[in-house]
């Protein structure tokens, strides 16, 4: 097998502003993905006016047509 040989130079100014970039993008998700399971201050209000429409969440409407100890694997809280 060939090995693979990069032409990444983690040294270089391009790098460095991807990986800032990268880093605030990762940040952003963390902060979402921690509102999304109850981190957040207008998530109660926001649960609050989908329940008062008549909706029901997500996870309630999965756990409608999932038959009762079958796995489930979900892949993204967002």
Do not use: C
Request: charged share 30%; net charge negative; no cysteine.
């Amino acid at each position: 097998m060939n090995p693979f040989h990069s032409q990444v130079d983690p040294r270089s100014e391009l790098f460095a502003g991807n990986r800032a970039a990268y880093l605030e993008q990762l940040d952003q998700l963390r902060e979402r993905m921690l509102w999304s399971i109850g981190g957040g201050d207008g998530r109660e209000k926001s649960i609050a006016r989908h329940l008062e429409r008549g909706k029901i969440m997500v996870r309630d409407r999965i756990d409608h047509v999932v038959d009762e100890g079958s796995a489930f694997l979900e892949l993204s809280t967002l």
